[in-house]
């Protein structure tokens, strides 16, 4: 069993950045693929990125190649998402969640996530 919150979304110009966090609890995140999600209104959800084996193996959206990048603090058993040079097709509710695995081309399919956080919001504008 897994509980994830997330933290630190907020509104920020195009452009700007916000750093995304999400805390689990009372297992270990280092075990799982842990992933970013997105979904804007109206839109369906779609994956951002994972993260896999104590990082080794990372994953991205084309989307977000080159601006976001997904990390994790084994010691503060913590996830994290950076975004850098954001848009306003980047505003969307931001949630975090967990597999059991991930790889390849299959890190976004959202049946194999568990368990998922509240989201946290996320608003870019000019």
């Known amino acids: 069993q897994v509980q994830l919150v997330e933290s630190g979304g907020g509104s920020a110009q195009t452009g700007g950045s916000l750093r995304l966090s999400c805390v689990g609890s009372?297992?270990?995140?280092?075990?799982?693929?842990m992933g970013w999600f997105r979904q804007a209104p109206g839109k369906e959800r779609e994956g951002v990125a994972a993260?896999?084996?104590?990082?080794?193996?990372?994953y991205y959206a084309d989307s977000v190649k080159g601006r976001f990048t997904i990390s994790q603090d084994n010691a503060k058993n913590m996830l994290f998402l950076q975004m850098n040079s954001l848009k306003s097709e980047d505003s969307a509710m931001y949630y975090c969640?967990?597999?059991?695995?991930?790889?390849?081309?299959?890190?976004?399919?959202?049946?194999?996530?568990?368990?998922w956080g509240q989201g946290t919001q996320v608003t870019v504008s000019s």
């Open positions: 993260i896999y084996r104590s990082s080794a193996l990372s």
């Open positions: 969640a967990a597999a059991p695995y991930c790889g390849g081309n299959t890190w976004a399919w959202q049946a194999r996530y568990s368990y």
């Open positions: 009372p297992a270990t995140i280092s075990d799982y693929c």
